[in-house]
C-alpha cells in the first residue's frame, strides 16, 4: 500500500477560505488515514497554535510558519526541527535597513527567524527590496503594507523541501495548495500545485509554467477538495 499524500496548505486565503463542509471533508481524510498535513503558513507559530485544536480543521502533521522561518512538529510539543535551526541576525538586518526612512520595526511579529516590519508612505519599497536581496536576505514583500525578512535560503518551499529530507516523507505524493504569491515556493516542491479559485492573478500568472497545476474553479478549501478528487 502506497503511502498517504502529503498535503501542504496555506491557512489565509485558501483552507480558512470556503465551506464547514469542505474542510470536514479533509479532517476525515486525515483521520482516516487517507492524507497527511503540512499547515504552511505567513503566521507566527503563537497564532496557529490555536487552530491546533479547532475540531473543524485537518489535523497537521507538521506546521511551517513565519513564511518558512519556523518548523515545528505538532506531536512533539511543537518544538523546532533542525530544517528551521538557522535564526536571523537582527543587528545585521537593523544595519542594512539603516539608510532607509518609513520602514518600521514590528516587535509583536519578529522573532529569532523573523523580522516584522510595517511599510509607511515614504518607504522606498523598491530600493529597500533590492538591498536587502542583493545581501543575500529572503524577502516577502506586499506593496505598501508589510515586509518580511528571513534568514538567507528561507521561504516556504525550501522548508518544506528540508522537511521532507529530515522527517524521511520523500517518498510521498506532495500537494501543496495556496493563494498567494508567497505560496509559489512550496508549490515548486510539490507533485501537484493547487490554485485556488480566490488566489491573486499573480500566482495565478507564475502557476502556468509549474510541471503539474490545478487551477480550481472553487475557492479555498472547496478548492482543494476540487483538486483531490479529480487527481484521484
Known amino acids: 500500500m502506497s503511502p498517504p499524500a502529503l498535503l501542504a496548505v496555506d491557512l489565509d486565503g485558501t483552507l480558512l477560505h470556503g465551506s464547514d463542509g469542505a474542510r470536514a471533508e479533509l479532517r476525515a481524510q486525515t483521520a482516516a488515514g487517507a492524507l497527511e498535513v503540512v499547515f504552511v503558513t505567513g503566521r507566527r507559530l503563537a497564532d496557529v497554535r490555536p487552530l491546533l485544536d479547532d475540531p473543524g480543521l485537518p489535523e497537521p502533521r507538521y506546521v511551517i510558519a513565519d513564511h518558512g522561518a519556523t ?75 508589510w515586509l518580511d525578512v528571513l534568514p538567507p535560503g528561507v521561504d516556504k518551499g525550501r522548508s518544506l523541501r528540508r522537511l521532507l529530507a529530515e522527517a524521511s516523507l520523500e517518498d510521498r505524493e506532495v500537494i501543496a495548495a495556496g493563494d498567494q504569491l508567497p505560496d509559489l515556493s512550496m508549490m515548486e516542491a510539490a507533485a501537484l500545485a493547487v490554485i485556488v479559485a480566490n488566489a491573486s492573478e499573480a500566482l495565478r500568472t507564475a502557476a502556468r509554467r509549474l510541471r503539474a497545476a490545478f487551477f480550481a474553479r472553487s475557492e479555498g478549501a472547496d478548492g482543494i477538495v476540487e483538486a483531490l478528487r479529480t487527481a484521484r
Do not use: M, N
Request: hydrophobic residues 50%; glycine residues 6%; proline residues 9%.
Open 71 to 145: 518548523v515545528v512538529q505538532v506531536s512533539q510539543s511543537l518544538q523546532p526541527l533542525r530544517a528551521a535551526a538557522q535564526t536571523l541576525d537582527a543587528r545585521a538586518l537593523a544595519q542594512a535597513l539603516r539608510p532607509f526612512p518609513g520602514v518600521r520595526h514590528d516587535p509583536v511579529l519578529s522573532s529569532a527567524r523573523r523580522g516584522a516590519f510595517v511599510l509607511e508612505p515614504e518607504a522606498p519599497e523598491a530600493a529597500v527590496v533590492a538591498a536587502l536581496t542583493a545581501q543575500g536576505w529572503s524577502v516577502v514583500h506586499t506593496p505598501g503594507r
